[in-house]
């Protein structure tokens, strides 16, 4: 591991970089020349190679048209099969235990609905009030469709100090009233990652399912979850997986539970070889398969083969071990350069509690992240203080770490950030 001591120079950036080893992978992302791209923790970097996957489907469409579903490079009705398999090392599954599938929300629903019976005593939904809205309005959805009234049912751990969430007040909120708990495996704004193992240990322990959204996680953090006996959890692969805008999803099944019928069934939960029997009577995938609901969105899963192509190159653990270290780079630079200027660290420090994204806080953030645009620094905001930068392991250098710093110093020293309005974008 490159070592960091005494004052960072954009020398010693660039000595980094000359001994990274995914300085190789840049060149398979459309980089754009003039610019930093510092949000791949919210949608990441087209890739080459995910061009030609997707020319390489559209072509078999072209020729081979419904012959396409059996036949061709990618038989397009075991596609999710074939990607599953790629995905499983990710999280640390087998991959029968996975299915590209869906969308995130979709699948949160479709998980929920199966896991979530309510019965007694028990039944209420654990979760935090730092997780991302979506999963709450799904939450609080499937909690009305039983019946109940999520004002009461529905748990939100608090936090002690607004950034993150202890794993102890988790615990303590485990009580023999709660059904189920669905917790983010790294929080998205301030970037903590929570011991997912200790968390479904303890939930076992009590007689509690446990399951995640792993959005803010894969691609950047490994996971075990098969180990660690997780029940089951969601995932984007837009972010860090570089899938492409709306791209489809993924979901985790552990096989403890394989053969249960879905709470949303369709299509594609039947056994692959019944499915064309077109019985009306459901012969259940025993594999996480069966909790895809229906057809695969073929075209669009063509840019995670690209994607998944990568990961298996470069292999997860060092992809990690990269990304602790940029953004540890990334914090002593903002320790160095950035005291007195408003600015302060909102994410974990120690490796073992922090995900992919540093979370750097400023009352002027709004206006800050449009200053950086401008100036070439592609950012996102999370409101009302917080600018998220998210250095990603195959494609930011150390040197347009150490600019995006310099960049920040500059905007509020010459409080370049002025000239901006304090509203919000639509899309921040």
Same mark, same amino acid.
């Given at each position: 591991m490159m070592k960091t001591t005494g004052m960072i120079t954009k020398e010693k950036a660039r000595e980094f970089d000359a001994q990274d080893g995914f300085q190789q992978y840049r060149d398979e992302f459309f980089l754009q020349p003039g610019k930093i791209y510092m949000d791949g923790n919210s949608l990441g970097l087209m890739s080459k190679r995910a061009k030609v996957k997707v020319d390489e489907l559209m072509e078999s469409w072209k020729l081979l048209a419904i012959q396409g579903w059996t036949n061709g490079k990618y038989p397009w009705f075991y596609l999710p099969e074939k990607l599953s398999e790629m995905c499983a090392p990710l999280i640390g599954a087998e991959s029968n235990e996975v299915s590209i599938c869906g969308s995130t929300t979709s699948n949160i629903h479709q998980l929920i609905s199966t896991f979530y019976k309510p019965s007694g005593r028990k039944t209420k939904i654990l979760a935090d009030e730092l997780t991302f809205p979506s999963d709450i309005y799904a939450l609080q959805s499937q909690i009305k469709l039983q019946g109940y009234d999520p004002d009461k049912q529905l748990i939100r751990v608090k936090s002690r100090d607004g950034r993150m969430i202890e794993e102890d007040d988790i615990i303590a909120a485990m009580t023999d009233e709660v059904a189920l708990i669905f917790l983010p495996t790294v929080l998205y704004r301030s970037g903590q990652l929570l011991d997912i193992e200790r968390l479904t240990k303890e939930a076992h322990k009590r007689g509690i399912q446990i399951g995640f959204d792993a959005c803010h996680s894969i691609g950047a953090v490994p996971h075990r979850f098969s180990e660690w006996d997780v029940d089951f959890a969601v995932w984007c692969n837009y972010k860090y997986l570089n899938g492409g805008p709306g791209s489809v999803a993924g979901l985790y099944v552990n096989k403890k539970h394989f053969g249960i019928t879905p709470g949303l069934a369709g299509w594609y939960s039947s056994k692959k070889d019944k499915q064309f029997d077109m019985s009306h009577t459901l012969d259940v995938e025993e594999s996480a398969g069966a909790f895809q609901v229906g057809t695969s969105h073929v075209l669009s899963l063509a840019p995670i083969i690209a994607s998944l192509e990568l990961f298996a190159e470069a292999d997860i653990e060092?992809?990690?071990?990269?990304?602790? $270290? %940029?953004?540890?780079?990334?914090?002593?630079? #903002?320790?160095?350069?950035?005291?007195?200027?408003?600015?302060? *660290?909102?994410?974990?420090?120690?490796?073992?509690?922090?995900?992919? $994204? %540093?979370?750097?806080?400023?009352?002027?953030? #709004?206006?800050?992240?449009?200053?950086?645009?401008?100036?070439? *620094?592609i950012p996102d905001n999370r409101p009302p203080n917080i600018i998220r930068l998210a250095p990603i392991a195959f494609y930011t250098s150390y040197e347009e770490v150490f600019d995006t710093v310099q960049i920040l110093k500059s905007i509020v020293l010459e409080k370049r950030y002025e000239q901006y309005g304090k509203e919000r974008n639509v899309v921040s």
């Open positions: 060092k992809v990690r071990e990269k990304s602790l $270290h %940029i953004t540890r780079f990334m914090m002593q630079l #903002i320790e160095q350069e950035l005291k007195g200027l408003g600015y302060s *660290v909102g994410n974990p420090i120690d490796d073992e509690r922090r995900g992919g $994204h %540093i979370c750097l806080e400023h009352d002027e953030a #709004i206006r800050i992240c449009k200053a950086l645009v401008d100036e070439g *620094v």
